[in-house]
């Protein structure tokens, strides 16, 4: 059954997905029996292991539920390439400019508000450069646009609730589940701008891989800053170690 608004008939799909995205950190009981890990002190480098372990069984599970919409949409891909990429960046870069424009807001007037999501994936991507690039910038991105932006797509058939659902919905997930405080809602704002803007170019281009590129691009970006910024601060007190 399909309305104006949503396609009945698509929501189990959306559920198991959904269900999926939520308890892939099961997978990571297979690496944790085999191996015999201490969980109850588990290290920042295992933590980031374990989850690229979880995360590559579901990015296979979703590419084979959703393989030839991917082969379909990487022929239109490269029949389009430029058009796609341009639609894209404009519209990343839009929601880009919402999001630090929010972040700073946040930051200077509701100095309560934290960002736990950010501060636990600064915690893994510090732990190994290499498998936060393949993690972070990668993998998550992938899944991401697989489930909240492919998966919701075929159900919200109405564009513009499809674009707010799946945007409002991702930005609230990466919050209400590292929430300390009610004051730390106020980072849904930030986190939905990038959403909805995913969510608007993948409606625009109707390729999933419009946004799955430029979330690739804006993790491994973010990604690679933070690890070059981090690498320079231990370079700067060494040496001021060295002088002192």
């Not at 393949?134 to 489930?147: K, R, Y």
């Not at 109405?158 to 300390?180: C, D, E, M, P, R």
């Not at 690739?216 to 981090?230: D, E, K, R, Y």
């Not at 320079?232 to 002088?243: C, F, R």
Request: aromatic share 14%; hydrophobic share 50%.
């Amino acid at each position: 059954m399909k309305s104006e608004f949503i396609n009945i008939k698509k929501i189990p799909k959306l559920i198991i997905i959904v269900t999926l995205f939520f308890l892939a950190s099961l997978f990571q009981l297979i690496p944790i029996r085999l191996f015999h890990i201490d969980i109850s002190n588990i290290t920042n480098y295992q933590q980031l292991l374990l989850t690229t372990f979880s995360d590559s069984i579901l990015l296979i599970i979703l590419v084979f539920i959703y393989y030839k919409d991917l082969k379909k949409d990487f022929k239109k891909l490269k029949e389009n390439f430029n058009s796609i990429i341009d639609t894209g960046i404009k519209y990343w870069f839009i929601g880009l400019i919402v999001m630090v424009i929010s972040n700073i807001f946040i930051g200077l007037f509701i100095t309560s508000a934290k960002a736990g999501n950010e501060e636990g994936v600064q915690q893994l991507i510090h732990s190994s450069r290499f498998l936060s690039i393949i993690a972070v910038g990668i993998l998550a991105p992938i899944i991401e646009e697989l489930t909240f932006r492919k998966a919701f797509r075929e159900v919200f058939t109405n564009k513009t609730l499809f674009v707010l659902a799946s945007g409002l919905i991702f930005g609230g997930l990466h919050v209400i589940l590292s929430l300390n405080s009610l004051w730390d809602l106020f980072y849904i704002i930030p986190y939905s701008s990038l959403g909805i803007a995913f969510g608007y170019m993948y409606q625009k281009t109707d390729n999933i891989y419009t946004s799955i590129i430029m979330h690739i691009f804006h993790n491994t970006a973010l990604t690679t800053l933070s690890l070059i910024g981090g690498a320079m601060i231990l370079l700067w007190k060494e040496k001021k170690k060295q002088i002192s």
